[in-house]
């Protein structure tokens, strides 16, 4: 792969940080994210020579109940994104395990899928990855289970089922996936260490009884921050590009940054 950017995002709004979840219009150049306190926003990404310049936001708006009303703790943590070929936003939950879909004009969600605390580890082992696929099926990926793989699961039909077991390349994490045009599973992971985080992304072909992977990056201690969100899109002239975002927690030592690789193969 290719790194393409390396933008800082910065806004002063006392809501603005904690990004988990993130979705590109075709073109790359209308971005949607939600964050670990309830919140979607969306923004105007601007580029030149193919690398960000900046970033504009246009909307924003607290995450709703079904009844409009403002999620408070703890139902608030967002974390994954994904977007079907109609524009339905769907949104991942942990704490209070749950697929929501997400109309991201007035952040009302309304109930997709709920799992039972007893299927995760803790609070913050849940639904971190949230992608959908080529035929509409809503997949979501646990940041962390028992044994030696990640179950993905797919949720279709009022129906979930466990599709692939994905191997697990500890100390490494799920936090965010993506399917690129051909069908390719592209899996966002992350661990933290004492020098600071490392990201992995990892592409899988699920078109096989055991899928098959590559591993396309793995980072350095505090080569970036908390790279959380991945989506996967591509340009006009056919470029597939990742972007991932960061959770900066809301710490003013971590940031909030928007990374951009064009992808090789």
Not at 62 to 83: C, H, N, Q, S, Y
Not at 215 to 244: A, C, M, Y
């Amino acid at each position: 792969m290719q790194l393409d950017s390396e933008f800082f995002w910065q806004d002063s709004a006392n809501w603005f940080g904690g990004l988990s979840g993130v979705e590109l219009s075709s073109d790359g150049g209308m971005m949607t994210v939600v964050t670990d306190r309830g919140r979607a926003l969306q923004a105007i990404v601007h580029r030149e020579a193919g690398s960000i310049t900046s970033v504009e936001i246009v909307h924003s708006v607290a995450i709703r109940d079904a009844a409009g009303t403002i999620l408070r703790k703890p139902f608030t943590d967002a974390e994954g994104l994904a977007v079907d070929a109609q524009g339905q936003y769907y949104v991942s939950f942990e704490g209070q395990h749950r697929i929501a879909k997400l109309d991201v004009v007035n952040g009302v969600t309304t109930p997709y899928a709920s799992l039972a605390k007893s299927e995760f580890l803790g609070e913050n082992s849940g639904l971190e990855a949230l992608a959908i696929g080529p035929d509409g099926t809503v997949f979501a990926i646990p940041e962390d289970t028992d044994g030696d793989h990640f179950p993905l699961y797919a949720f279709k039909d009022g129906a979930r089922v466990v599709t692939a077991q994905l191997p697990k390349h500890r100390p490494f994490v799920p936090v965010g996936a993506d399917f690129d045009g051909q069908g390719r599973l592209y899996l966002l992971e992350r661990t933290v260490t004492p020098l600071g985080f490392r990201t992995q992304i990892r592409r899988f072909d699920l078109d096989t009884p055991v899928p098959q992977e590559i591993t396309l990056l793995k980072s350095l201690p505090s080569r970036f921050d908390n790279l959380e969100g991945i989506t996967v899109w591509r340009d006009g002239s056919g470029q597939t590009h990742l972007t991932l975002v960061s959770d900066d927690n809301f710490l003013p030592f971590q940031s909030t940054q928007i990374i951009e690789f064009s992808v090789t193969d």
